[in-house]
């Protein structure tokens, strides 16, 4: 609670100056860079040496929050994730490249959550840092989707909690008059659309990378605390895993050998003809 009685002191004191408050909502996932394999006697992915790092799609969601941050003065960035004590060293990272406070959800079963659970855990974290902080969160980040599961489901079930609205696959956003102006990719191309805040985005990849902490930022990040909050009654799931299993290896294909395009052309075609895929 010291840590929130801190806060509580400095924001009263900067309670009219920070204009605009973004909520980024982060996973800790296995460094999606390494292929994971299954671990034949327990049926779970071979998880041991594989390093833990922040969801992708919700790095892309932190540097677009940020950069929203610095283009609008007087604003401020929160991360929160729910998870273990382990999630504290993905928090310190997001401090690291640009947020100002982070929040850790203890929850040891974390991974036990579906998304709907997860979004009631969320919806109670970011009430408990309104009510500890006194502030009102504007715009919720987050990824799109994560990188273990990639449901894309626990943005837009986290809107309905909190009944606001919510626009997926964003690429863009800024913010006018209590207005958020949103570019959102599509199959087509691209809808510009605006909401009311407070509101939820989640993010797509954007045409720009996550920064990279500097030792400097590393150093400040190491020094700034992670408040803790309680998970208190863990909802429950609906979803069930029954199995996990690899996909099936893509088989190699086929290289046409012909003296002539045409002899290319009636190999090719003959080919999709023994396949009946025409």
Not at 78 to 92: H, M, P, R
Not at 100 to 115: F, M, P
Not at 216 to 241: D, H
């Amino acid at each position: 609670m010291d840590i929130f009685e801190n806060r509580r002191n400095t924001n009263k004191k900067m309670q009219e100056k920070i204009i605009m408050e973004i909520l980024v909502c982060i996973k800790q996932v296995p460094d999606d860079s390494v292929e994971i394999s299954l671990d034949e006697a327990t049926g779970k992915p071979a998880l041991d040496g594989v390093t833990p790092v922040v969801n992708a799609f919700d790095t892309y969601a932190e540097e677009m929050a940020v950069r929203l941050k610095e283009a609008v003065a007087e604003s401020e960035v929160t991360v929160v994730s729910i998870g273990d004590d382990s999630v504290k060293n993905s928090l310190k990272n997001c401090l690291a490249v640009g947020a100002d406070h982070a929040y850790l959800v203890k929850c040891d079963e974390a991974e036990k959550l579906d998304g709907a659970a997860v979004a009631k855990v969320l919806a109670k974290a970011k009430a408990d840092i309104e009510a500890a902080e006194g502030k009102t969160f504007d715009l919720i980040f987050c990824g799109k989707e994560s990188t273990d599961y990639a449901a894309s489901q626990t943005g837009l079930l986290l809107a309905a909690e909190l009944n606001v609205p919510a626009v997926a696959n964003v690429v863009a956003v800024e913010t006018a008059d209590g207005t958020a102006k949103i570019r959102q990719e599509t199959e087509t191309g691209y809808n510009e659309v605006e909401a009311s805040m407070p509101c939820v985005v989640t993010i797509q990849k954007p045409n720009y990378d996550p920064r990279y902490p500097t030792i400097k930022s590393k150093m400040a990040a190491r020094k700034k605390p992670i408040g803790e909050l309680e998970v208190g009654e863990i909802p429950e799931s609906s979803m069930e895993v029954v199995k996990v299993y690899a996909p099936a290896k893509r088989q190699a294909g086929v290289k046409i050998k012909a003296e002539s395009p045409e002899e290319s052309v009636a190999q090719a075609m003959k080919l999709i003809a023994d396949a009946k895929v025409l």
